[in-house]
């Protein structure tokens, strides 16, 4: 089954909902969220969190045979920010990746040394435009509208 494919979704949902039910109803962890194979869980108390790191992986290896990711299962400050389906995520406002921001100006540039029709970039624009509505970057999204139609230095 592909990866990002809805089934692969929907089994991914049902088969750690078994971990949803050990982080809520055994660790009690209060703030916790999981959307297919991520989650975040928000304490103040880094020790708390490295507890239930431990007592997670132990959990995941033993009843569902599967491991943490060792890179990005991490515990940071919120005040970083955390990568979060897509997004990096702080108390107050979201922001969108950088590698993502990257990648549309990329395509904006490729559009402005004729590498890409219009059509193609336009197209990239409004999935982009589509995602990058879900975080704070009315300004951010103003600019690349901008950039995409600012004339082409002759």
Not at 51 to 59: D, P, Q, S, T, V
Not at 61 to 69: A, F, G, S, T, V
Not at 74 to 101: E, Q, T
Request: glycine share 2%; aromatic share 14%.
């Amino acid at each position: 089954m592909p990866l990002g494919n809805l089934t692969s979704q929907f089994f991914a949902n049902v088969y750690l909902n078994e971990l949803d039910q050990y982080v809520k109803h055994v660790l009690k962890a209060k703030y916790y969220i999981r959307y297919v194979d991520d989650f975040v869980i928000l304490h103040s108390s880094n020790e708390q969190l490295k507890e239930w790191k431990n007592l997670i992986a132990n959990f995941l290896n033993r009843e569902l045979k599967l491991e943490l990711h060792p890179q990005k299962s991490k515990i940071i400050p919120l005040s970083k920010g955390v990568d979060f389906v897509g997004f990096r995520c702080f108390w107050h406002y979201k922001l969108l990746r950088k590698r993502n921001i990257r990648k549309i100006l990329l395509k904006v540039k490729e559009y402005k040394n004729e590498q890409i029709s219009k059509e193609k970039m336009l197209e990239s624009f409004q999935g982009w435009n589509a995602y990058a509505l879900w975080a704070d970057s009315y300004k951010l999204r103003r600019c690349i509208v901008k950039k995409i139609y600012a004339p082409t230095n002759l």
